[in-house]
């Protein structure tokens, strides 16, 4: 299954899951993207910003939510939508980023999504 | 006699009501937690003259009714079974009076497990006959308020409030502002330490960073992160305007964090 089929299925599964991307950290570019509509690439590259921004804080800065253990996981939720963020264990690097509606069911999301991650992260090393 | 704050108080409450009716002809009084439920009760047991039959009903079915006269409440004259049992059944058809403990007493407890669980609560008004003597006139609502420990016509709690309130037993630690004011904090000194420096040092970076980025972002809005797996859990930035929260809670408690979120950002 290519890296797009695995987004595509990632997102087939929740209905409430309007777009998946994986993307590099280091870099804070979106390498592959799953979405209902057409995305402008501001628009991409801005999830991966919104990434950045709530894993390691503002560029060139200190970071917001530290955490002595490493953030894997962050989330930014409105009442009109809920973005998933979710960084691989194995290569930190390696982010997904989603976004969904409001009435994703968090938990089984974050659970399936990280699975995928840690498939395609581990996919992508060898 | 009620001063002029408190009439003040009443206008600036009733002015900010909108009637909504639910199938079946239920007026809903309080709509996630506002008013506080106990405090919907109280105001309209205040609007209730005739001899009425008033039934609350909660979202999750569970219901009480009373009979009140005169703004006094009379007693309870019905409840739903999850409410009913041990002392509390005691009190169905029985006139209420201050001088009864025991019955004043599982009212007491009655009425505090009732408004836990209703967070929506509508309520259904029909005719009824007198419980008691004439001689017995009932529990008036400042009583009823002296019992109950809720102020009538206190403003409702902020957003951030109501999140915090209904997520505050999956909570580790929380500290709340409004503006440069503290409002509260709960939780150990390590915990709280961090969260006051991500609200008074990182919090207007963030808030900063964010507008850059995504310059229509909501006002309203929940940020988490952290180690889903092992670690401390999850660290959070509840905003609303210049209302804003620092949390920290487990990783089991995100749905419901994200729930309680949603209802009350919603």
């Not at chain 2, 102020?151 to 500290?175: E, Q, T």
């Amino acid at each position: 299954m290519s890296l797009s089929d695995e987004l595509d299925s990632l997102r087939a599964s929740f209905a409430a899951c309007e777009t998946v991307a994986f993307a590099d950290l280091s870099s804070r570019m979106v390498l592959v993207t799953s979405s209902e509509r057409t995305l402008r690439q501001e628009a991409l590259d801005a999830l991966c910003e919104e990434a950045g921004l709530l894993f390691e804080g503002p560029k060139g800065g200190d970071p917001i939510f530290s955490s002595e253990d490493g953030a894997d996981t962050a989330i930014f939720a409105t009442h009109d939508g809920v973005d998933v963020f979710l960084r691989a264990a194995s290569e930190p690097t390696d982010v997904l980023c989603c976004r969904c509606g409001a009435d994703i069911d968090v938990a089984a999301f974050v659970t399936e999504a990280r699975a995928q991650l840690e498939k395609i992260s581990g996919g992508t090393e060898s | 006699m009620k001063t002029t704050d408190d009439i003040a108080r009443k206008l600036a409450a009733l002015s900010s009501m909108e009637e909504e009716y639910l199938p079946g002809g239920a007026r809903v009084i309080s709509r996630g937690g506002t008013p506080e439920p106990l405090q919907a009760i109280l105001r309209e047991i205040d609007e209730t003259v005739l001899q009425r039959k008033l039934t609350f009903k909660a979202a999750n079915d569970a219901s009480v009714a009373m009979v009140i006269a005169g703004r006094r409440m009379q007693g309870v004259a019905d409840l739903s079974a999850d409410l009913d049992g041990g002392a509390v059944s005691d009190l169905k058809m029985r006139a209420l009076t201050k001088d009864d403990a025991f019955l004043l007493e599982a009212f007491s407890d009655l009425m505090r497990r009732f408004a836990e669980g209703a967070e929506d609560l509508s309520v259904t008004s029909e005719p009824a006959e007198r419980l008691g003597s004439a001689a017995e006139a009932g529990l008036s609502v400042s009583s009823l308020t002296e019992i109950w420990a809720v102020d009538m016509w206190a403003p409702p709690p902020s957003r951030i409030g109501r999140f915090l309130k209904a997520s505050r037993p999956r909570l580790d630690a929380f500290v709340q502002t409004s503006g440069e004011e503290e409002v509260g904090k709960i939780g150990e000194t390590t915990r709280l330490t961090e969260l006051d420096a991500l609200l008074k040092d990182r919090a207007k970076s963030y808030g900063a960073a964010l507008q850059t980025l995504r310059p229509d972002a909501p006002e309203v809005r929940l940020s988490i992160a952290g180690a889903a797996a092992g670690g401390s859990g999850y660290v959070a930035l509840a905003e609303d305007g210049d209302d804003r929260a620092a949390l920290a809670f487990r990783p089991d408690a995100l749905s419901d964090i994200l729930s309680a979120w949603g209802k009350a950002a919603g």
